[in-house]
């Protein structure tokens, strides 16, 4: 008999069977345009960082970037709208499924998806020549660490909110700001001391130095422990927090 | 299952909203293959209690006890045995009518195989087998309510909640939705409903309980109440545009009783005739008078002072 959070897991692919062309399409376009333009255009500018050329070095900040916003996407209203909209998260409680089921079913979905994007970036960026170590193996690992320590606090934050204008404040003042001073398009000692710990508490600069180690095989800034232990505990904070808020929504 | 032990067994049982009591302290028994109901007004406390019977909302007080099991500690369990139509249809909008069905069936753990087999017999019992490939958009509301019902039936539940399954829809509609529940019934399945039509409750229920303010006020089969709290037959006596107050000493001493409602008076008697002949022979001039046999409606106007639908 599979397992509930299988069963749940499944609705969620039975929707993007109508929808995979559409994505793979995306998934492929982006780092093409991304790499002819600020790559290949901006990069003759800079030149290097760390000793790498500024698109060796950007690659993997733009491929964590794009795991991050994609985990962030897919969990803002298509969450809320599961209780608010349609209560389809009420009719899957009214089964055999639990909360735990529904938020497992729904993060692997979200993995699932990231995976899919991270991988096609990785092979069109490896034909262009710019991943150099064996290590870009284990970036697929950090790109679904990543997903999850982004995912799992969104969708809490998508099942507790009222409104859906919060999604705007989400925007605005988490996603806008990790994403800019999280190390992807210049490194963080180069903030002011002041402002870097905001990229401390980002999942994404921790996404971004482990996948820059991958793909470099240089050492991070911090023990890759370390970084790994940072988002573990994001994805285990939201996970807490999505049992609660599901909880809340669902048995009233 | 012992055949003794009741499905739903509810003692004391209390849902509160903040200091608000939507609930308030009821007890119920409901024995396998019975069809039991929940008739009330708006905001009697049906849904609330009907949802902690689904075992999705917490009582808040009292004990309950689904198969004889803790909703609070055995929830996943005891819903996988359960089949619930919520009073508003809560389908999946993005899938098809056949994937509602094969998607839902997955959530209790059926293979895909059964799953579709499942998705071809439900389809085929809500008459929705020329549909199967259709969104659940574009559905009436009628159709929308016998997919929420088929699918709640997809894992041949021991127990099938059902919260107002035909409100909202046209009589014909309804009629279909009846005589599927009706043949649901027949198999055996025990049935709890919530509703606010007498006609719905008299058709389908073998018990019910009559709810007003989250309280039970009266309980028996539909029979029993009339019985119990109406007279055999009921005669509606209405004077054009005239004060309806202005006629109640004059039919005093009428049949059992009298009540006055807004467009009508209610004479309860043994004998609707032979009250009809006595309103005459005291020479009142009704616009127009009915004579018909008593029915739910008239032991919850009786109950509570209030009619059922306003
Ligand atoms: N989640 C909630 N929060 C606060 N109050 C609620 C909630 N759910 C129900 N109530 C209140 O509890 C009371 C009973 O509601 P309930 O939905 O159980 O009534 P009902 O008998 O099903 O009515 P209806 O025939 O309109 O469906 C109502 O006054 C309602 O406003
Ligand atoms: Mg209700």
Known sequence: MAHPTVAVLERHLTLYKRLWRASLFSSFVLPVLFLASIGLGVGGYVGEVGGVPYVEWIVPGVLASTAFQMAVGECTYAVFGEFRWNRGAHAMFATRVSVWDMIGGWLLYIVFRVEIAVVVFLLVVGAFGVLSSPWVVLTPLVAALLALAVAAPVTAFSATIDHDSYFALLFRFVMLPSTLFAGVFFPVEQLPALVRPVAYVSPLWHGVELARAATSGAAPPWPVWAHAGCLVAFAAGGLWWAGYAFRKRLQD | ?310
């Not at chain 2, 009073?87 to 098809?96: A, G, K």
């Not at chain 2, 059926?110 to 799953?115: H, I, K, P, V, Y």
């Not at chain 2, 009266?218 to 004077?239: K, Q």
């Not at chain 2, 001493?253 to 006055?260: E, F, K, Q, S, W």
């Open chain 2, 1 to 310: 299952m012992s055949g003794e032990q009741p499905l739903v067994r509810a003692r004391g049982l209390v849902k509160r909203f903040g200091d608000f009591v939507a609930v308030d302290g009821i007890d119920i028994d409901v024995a396998p293959g019975e069809a039991f109901g929940f008739l009330g007004p708006n905001g009697a406390g049906k849904s609330s209690t009907m949802r902690m019977i689904s075992c999705v909302s917490m009582p808040s007080a009292g004990e309950l006890r689904i198969f004889g099991l803790d909703p609070v500690r055995e929830g996943p369990r005891i819903r996988g045995r359960l089949g619930v139509c919520p009073q508003l249809d809560n389908l999946d909008p993005d899938l098809t009518v056949r994937e509602n069905l094969t998607t839902y069936a997955r959530y209790f753990g059926l293979s895909r195989a059964q799953a579709r087999a499942r998705a071809e017999e439900l389809l085929e019992f809500a008459q929705l087998s020329d549909r199967a490939l259709s969104r659940v958009e574009p559905l009436s509301g009628g159709m929308k309510r016998r997919l929420t019902i088929a699918r709640a039936m997809v894992n041949e539940p021991d127990l099938v909640l059902l919260d107002e399954p035909t409100t909202g829809l046209d009589p014909q509609a309804r009629h279909l939705l009846w005589e599927r529940l009706f043949r649901l019934k027949q198999r055996g399945v025990t049935l709890v409903l919530t509703t606010h039509y007498m006609d719905e409750a008299e058709q389908l229920c073998d018990r019910l309980v009559v709810m007003d303010g989250g309280r039970i006020v009266a309980e028996g089969s539909p029979r029993s109440l009339i019985e119990a709290h109406s007279s055999p037959e009921v005669v509606e006596v209405r004077f054009g545009g005239r004060e309806l107050a202005d006629f109640v000493a004059p039919l005093a001493g009428i049949g059992d009783r009298v009540d006055v409602l807004p467009d009508r008076i209610l004479v309860y008697a043994k004998d609707g005739d032979a009250a009809v002949s006595e309103v005459h022979r005291r020479g009142l001039v009704p616009s127009s008078v009915l004579v018909r046999r008593s029915s739910l409606e008239d032991v919850f106007l009786h109950l509570t002072g209030r009619t059922l639908v306003e």
